[in-house]
């Protein structure tokens, strides 16, 4: 079951703005990251942020996360052509016995150059 | 390191026949994950295992799928007899601590297709 809804399904953008894809959940959390595919390839990790974190940078990267609202949003700044991939988020349901990641359905992101 | 592992990178495969996909994860790592990827269901978790054992098999579809860990550099995920609709990209992952809050490193995955 997915845990993570992200909004929108698809954005397309030119090379130079802002990206910002949001991210729903449902359950309480111990912390939500974040993740990027190019096509045909693995995840890769981005950005952790726990749940008593409101707000995290990495680079370019703007990730908050609003536990009242059981939201996240993910911005990426001056984008580039390389950026274009799908995004995912992935809500850690921590068990006893290790972390349990529940990805949403993603992000497709295309920036044109 | 080399990274997570996953053989073969492509199968195809007739329907009503076994498939075995496999995985080495990055060593020293206490977590493992296979996770199926279709364009209509997005990256659906199927099992996982914390030091080898099997913690959480919910996601597994159908009792024609299951995956061991014999150790703990190594995993298998078995489909018999396989259908068309287990076409997919699987996914392993693994993480390197217990308790939460560790990222996920993932495999380049493995292309199923059942015809």
């Known amino acids: 079951s997915q845990q993570g809804e992200e909004d929108p399904q698809a954005l397309s953008i030119q090379e130079g703005e802002n990206a910002t894809m949001n991210c729903s959940y449902k359950?309480?959390?111990?912390?939500l990251q974040w993740y990027r595919q190019n096509s045909g390839r693995g995840l890769v990790h981005l950005i952790l942020i726990r749940s008593n974190e409101r707000e995290k940078h990495s680079g370019r990267l703007r990730v908050t996360l609003d536990t009242s609202k059981k939201s996240s949003s993910l911005l990426i700044t001056a984008s580039r052509a390389a950026d274009t991939a799908s995004y995912f988020c992935a809500t850690d349901d921590s068990m006893e016995y290790g972390n349990k990641l529940v990805f949403g359905a993603g992000t497709i992101l295309r920036v044109k150059s | 390191d080399a990274g997570v592992i996953q053989s073969p990178r492509h199968e195809v495969t007739e329907m009503g026949q076994e498939v075995t996909l496999r995985c080495k994860p990055i060593?020293?790592?206490?977590?493992l994950f296979w996770y199926r990827q279709t364009m209509m269901r997005g990256l659906e978790l199927l099992i996982y295992?914390?030091?080898?054992?099997?913690?959480?098999d919910s996601g597994m579809p159908e009792d024609r799928f299951s995956a061991k860990m014999p150790n703990a550099s190594f995993s298998t995920l078995k489909i018999q007899p396989s259908e068309p609709r287990d076409s997919a990209v699987y996914f392993c992952?693994?993480?390197?601590?217990?308790?939460?809050?560790?990222?996920?490193?993932f495999g380049q995955g493995t292309r199923l297709t059942v015809v």
């Open positions: 060593s020293g790592h206490n977590s």
């Open positions: 359950t309480s959390i111990n912390n």
């Open positions: 992952a693994s993480t390197p601590g217990q308790g939460g809050g560790t990222e996920a490193f």
């Open positions: 295992f914390n030091n080898n054992v099997p913690i959480d």
